[in-house]
């Protein structure tokens, strides 16, 4: 076989590998009907593979897709133009794959507000779509992060540590942790981000404190390789650290309004995870934890409102809820 022929075969293998897992998120994950109109939000960044699968799998079940491109937003959380909220409104399924996360953004409340469902996260690139986390069946995850997600709510208090040495603590009584739909929207109003496979809430404003060490992947910094050191007091990281990405996380945050809030506590459940440099899937590695700076707010549970929701992640996590260990060294103890 030729050089042209081996990579003719590896472009169609990729292609099919996508297609399936479109196919089944389409299919099973969000439950599109005949007649239903999917509004797939892309950027420029987005690797092409990826809203072709997607328009092919929606039209093969009789549904109408609608393809928006965007210019890739700034920052995470960024607000998407009015227009293209209004057709996401008007849809009855969302799907972005944007390389910059509209999730903590205005889109979130909108649709769940408009009745629409869907994906508001995804792997951009087609690594994220060709293999891990993407071909776990999400359905499995379901009763983990119901597990999970009761066990965070009905707490008072969470310490994270780590050996790379993580350790803070942070109040989340009264917070009713999100995730248990782990990938799926089957019905009006649900949204989640794909892959599935995590469960998380935003920790009492103000209670946060200790050290975070950042490692592997973080929003909008992509592939950490230096680790980021955050001195967290009173909720609000105090000081950042490290090499070139602490530097890029400062720029990326100087002058935002509340970006440094400790907006999210998140556990990883999904076996089939990468530690890989983008954070859509590394946080969702099962017993690994992410941590964010901004937004906590925008229909999440929290008060704190940012045009950034930044999330850092920690690999072999232990998590104390109470004092009682629901992740211990990376391994999940339920």
């Known amino acids: 076989m030729t050089n042209e022929q081996l990579s003719a075969t590896g472009t169609q293998d990729t292609a099919t590998r996508i297609a399936g897992v479109a196919r089944r998120a389409i299919g099973k994950y969000l439950a599109v009907a005949p007649g239903e109109q999917v509004v797939i939000l892309v950027d420029t960044v987005t690797s092409p593979s990826i809203p072709t699968a997607l328009v092919q799998a929606v039209s093969e079940v009789g549904a109408e897709p609608v393809l928006i491109t965007l210019n890739p937003r700034k920052t995470s959380g960024e607000d ?4 293209v909220l209004d057709a996401v409104c008007a849809a009855d399924v969302v799907i972005s794959a944007c390389s910059r996360s509209p ?9 769940q507000e408009a009745g629409t469902r869907g994906a508001l996260n995804s792997p951009p690139h087609e690594s994220g779509w060709v293999d891990g986390a993407m071909h776990y069946d999400f359905a499995e995850l379901r009763k983990p992060a119901a597990t999970l997600r009761a066990i965070l709510t009905e707490g008072t208090t969470a310490r994270v540590t780590a050996p790379n040495g993580t350790d803070v603590t942070m109040s989340i009584a009264g917070r009713k942790a999100v995730g248990w739909l782990a990938g799926m929207a089957q019905n009006p109003c649900e949204t989640m981000a ?3 496979g995590e ?10 404190n200790g050290r975070v060490v ?5 929003t909008d910094i992509g592939g950490v390789r230096t680790p980021i050191e955050w001195t967290v007091e009173g909720g609000l990281v105090r000081r950042i650290e490290g090499g ?3 530097d890029l996380l400062l720029r ?8 440094r809030n400790i907006g ?6 999904n076996p089939g995870a990468r530690l890989v440099d983008d954070i859509t899937e590394a946080k969702k590695r099962r017993g690994t934890a992410h941590i964010a700076m901004g937004d906590s707010a925008n229909g999440y549970g929290g008060e704190t409102v940012c045009d950034l929701h930044l999330d850092g992640l920690i690999p072999e996590v232990t998590i104390e809820i109470d004092g009682e260990p629901v992740v211990l060294s990376g391994k999940l103890q339920f």
């Open 80 to 83: 998407l133009p009015k227009s």
């Open 103 to 111: 999730y903590h953004s205005s889109l979130k409340t909108l649709a």
């Open 194 to 196: 794909w892959p599935g």
């Open 199 to 208: 469960v998380s809430l935003p920790p009492v404003e103000g209670t946060t």
């Open 214 to 218: 950042v490692e592997v992947a973080m």
């Open 244 to 246: 070139k990405e602490a």
């Open 252 to 259: 990326t945050i100087e002058g935002v309004e509340n970006a």
């Open 264 to 269: 999210e506590l998140g556990i990883g459940i």
